[in-house]
């Protein structure tokens, strides 16, 4: 189960990034409400997580998926650089995530 709150927190974080970049661009409670949310269910799940998971794994892993989550919705839905160094590195970033996995 810590895999998968850990999955679940890295969305959220990703929720509530998406949501600081909707204060950024205008302030209103929907977009309060989202980074709020997002972030608040992010924490959650990733306490929940650290319950079976070590620290630091969970940690890099957390960090990763909001990492390339946030890049993926920045490129897909504000039009932020596709350039292949940038997609790169998001793949390197999501495969040593992976890589934690495997080795746990």
């Known amino acids: ?8 927190a890295g969305l959220f974080e990703v ?8 204060i950024l661009r205008k302030k209103s409670i929907i977009s309060f409400a989202v980074f709020i949310f997002g972030m608040v269910s992010s924490f ?6 650290m319950q079976s998971l070590p620290m630091g794994t969970a940690y890099a892993v957390w960090t990763g998926i909001g990492t390339v989550g946030s ?3 920045g490129i897909l839905f504000y039009g932020e650089s596709k350039s292949i160094a940038r997609i790169v590195f998001m793949a390197m970033v999501l495969s040593a995530a992976i890589g934690l996995k495997l080795i746990s």
């Open 44 to 49: 959650t799940f990733l306490s929940l997580a």
């Open 1 to 8: 189960m810590g895999w998968i709150f850990l999955v679940c």
């Open 15 to 22: 929720v509530g990034v998406t949501g600081l970049n909707l």
């Open 71 to 73: 890049g993926l919705v």
